[in-house]
């Protein structure tokens, strides 16, 4: 199975600026051309697991 995207540092650095800026992995997605928000959720996930992003930068959105 491959990823429907390469990622490279340019995309890494526009994923976790829209991450951090509040922005939902659907709308992310959107953004980068994505069918689905599941490779946003699971770059991330991966980025939290080498340390490059730390749990408190990913997803904390209040819900309403």
């Not at 890494?12 to 069918?35: C, T, W």
């Not at 991966?46 to 997803?59: A, M, S």
Request: proline share 5%; no cysteine.
């Amino acid at each position: 199975m491959t990823s429907p995207i390469a990622w490279d540092d340019t995309k890494d650095a526009e994923l976790l600026r829209m991450n951090v800026a509040g922005h939902s992995a659907s709308e992310i997605a959107a953004a980068m051309g994505l069918k689905t928000r599941n490779p946003i959720l699971g770059r991330l996930f991966r980025l939290r697991q080498r340390g490059i992003v730390q749990p408190d930068q990913v997803g904390s959105r209040e819900r309403a």
